[in-house]
């Protein structure tokens, strides 16, 4: 199974500020084929379905605002949280789909400092 | 507007069953590949299971092979988790996802459910 790690476990990031969050994958999920990477992101709030934000590591899903955006390629990636705003406090949780299972890393919880 | 609405949980002892339902509507349910996601209570996402669009492919995580089956109805727009033999490490919320491609498979879930709690205890 392809292991995926986030770091850091929690953040704390004041209104306005970014908010940068890693996720390493124990293997490529490159596929080169077609240079796209098998990586989405997710954002947990209580009460409310998780939501799609990023998928092939770099495109925002529709409706997503444009402070949210996500990069890396092959084993490291960032979700970057550009001026956070106070809905974004949640757990964000990376996920590849390469291979199966489609492991998801363990999560991040973000707060406001 | 898109909606999956997960329903069948509940309290079950070990060894026992249970069938999850997923009732989805606002799409064409029959041309995408779906998915199920469990998160034990506290804890992180773990995937489940896929199936393709006639329910002819599916997959599962180690942990729940040869206990679990999915299987979908396309007449009825709901997509099922047969589980059996039910273990405590079972519990969890489970959330039914739908994959994003259309008549394809991507392997990412766009639209998820509020989830079923499935507890496992004696």
């Known amino acids: 199974d392809i292991v995926m790690t986030q770091s850091p476990d929690s953040l704390a990031v004041s209104l306005g500020e970014r908010a940068t969050i890693n996720c390493k994958s124990s293997?490529?999920?490159?596929?080169?084929?077609?240079?796209?990477?098998?990586l989405a992101w997710y954002q947990q709030k209580p009460g409310q379905p998780l939501k799609l934000l990023i998928y092939?590591?770099?495109t925002r899903e529709s409706g997503v605002p444009d402070r949210f955006s996500g990069s890396g390629s092959g084993t490291d990636f960032t979700l970057t949280i550009r001026s956070l705003q106070a809905e974004d406090v949640a757990v964000y949780y990376c996920?590849?789909?390469?291979?199966?299972?489609?492991?998801f890393g363990q999560g991040t919880k973000l707060e406001i400092k | 507007e898109v909606q999956l609405v997960e329903s069948g949980g509940g309290l079950v002892q070990p060894g026992g069953s249970l069938r999850l339902s997923c009732a989805a509507s606002?799409?064409?349910?029959?041309?995408?590949?779906m998915h199920w996601v469990r998160q034990a209570p506290g804890e992180g996402l773990v995937w489940v299971s896929r199936?393709?669009?006639?329910?002819?492919?599916?997959s599962y995580a180690d942990s729940v092979e040869g206990r679990f089956t999915i299987s979908r109805d396309n007449a009825k727009d709901t997509l099922y988790l047969q589980m059996n033999s039910l273990r405590a490490e079972d519990t969890a919320v489970y959330y039914c996802a739908r994959d994003p491609g259309h008549s394809g498979y991507v392997g990412s879930c766009d639209y998820w459910g509020q989830g079923t709690l499935v507890t496992v205890s004696s």
């Open positions: 199936i393709n669009i006639d329910g002819s492919i599916t």
């Open positions: 092939w590591a770099s």
């Open positions: 293997q490529s999920v490159l596929y080169s084929s077609d240079n796209k990477n098998f």
């Open positions: 606002g799409f064409t349910f029959s041309t995408y590949w």
């Open positions: 996920q590849q789909y390469y291979g199966i299972p489609h492991t």
